[in-house]
């Protein structure tokens, strides 16, 4: 099934994160057929920049009651420092978080894998593409195999230049994904020669164009196979968001 141009801008933000986290509930199930224990460990990680906000906004409301084992609240709540007035405050915003993280259960709940939804949110402000690239960034700085998945139309990947940057190479970075609009990035961590190394395979995508099958490098151990053609199909035909 082709790369389809079904959400308008006005409703991207909300239609559209909706259908990326049925997206990534297709990924998760054809990654957990590759998966024959429990080792390895797909988790979904759904976080708006509402339900964050909304998170942050209830610490005015004083600290959290104390529920014994029987889960009863007790009356009492936990005890809070008292810090000095802070000497500065900045206007600040958050972003929506849709990510498949692998988790090694053998090495203490380690991420080894993530693939990473790029949402409307993300691509809004120059600020946003920033603490996006930082965030991808910090996966391969752990040796964290990542995919990021860019099918926002109309906004070009500016992320892509601030990640360049982040991990020292945009000279050979930019030249693949400067001016792309929608792609699949593929970062893997590796060690060889006694050398540390990045493995970068770039897809750029045009509505109409198939997606690739990639593989998601699982750090330390394997690749896993990452059918974004045939989820994204599966994703479309299960789900009603594709308009006549």
């Known amino acids: 099934m082709p790369l389809l141009d079904f959400f308008p801008d006005d409703d991207y933000h909300e239609e559209g ?11 998760t199930d054809s990654l957990n057929q590759q998966l024959p224990d429990r080792r390895f460990i797909p988790y979904l990680r759904v976080r708006t920049w509402l339900k964050t906000e909304e998170q942050v ?10 529920f014994d084992d029987d889960g009863r609240d007790t009356g009492s709540r936990y005890e809070s420092d008292s810090p000095p007035n802070p000497i500065l405050t900045i206007p600040w915003n958050f972003f929506d ?19 990473r939804m790029v949402c409307r ?13 930082i965030e991808c960034a910090s996966f391969l700085r752990r040796g964290i195999g990542l995919v990021v998945i860019d099918i926002i139309p109309r906004r070009r990947a500016v992320w892509a230049d601030h990640l360049g940057h982040l991990l020292q190479c945009a000279s050979r970075f930019a030249p693949v994904a400067k001016g792309t609009e929608m792609h699949v990035s593929v970062f893997r961590p590796a060690r060889r020669n006694q050398q540390s190394e990045m493995d970068v395979w770039h897809y750029p995508l045009s509505f109409g164009d198939s997606l690739p099958k990639v593989s998601l490098g699982i750090k330390g151990a394997m690749f896993l196979s990452v059918d974004l053609e045939t989820t994204y199909a599966k994703t479309i035909s299960e789900t009603r968001y594709v308009r006549s």
């Not at 988790?103 to 693939?115: A, Q, R």
């Open 57 to 66: 906004a209830s610490f005015e409301y004083g600290p959290p009651s104390i």
């Open 97 to 115: 978080d849709l990510s498949l993280q692998i988790v090694d259960l053998s090495e203490g709940h380690d991420v080894c894998g993530v693939i």
């Open 121 to 133: 949110g993300n691509k809004a402000s120059n600020e946003a593409e920033l603490a996006f690239a």
């Open 17 to 27: 994160r909706s259908f990326l986290i049925m997206w990534l509930c297709r990924i």
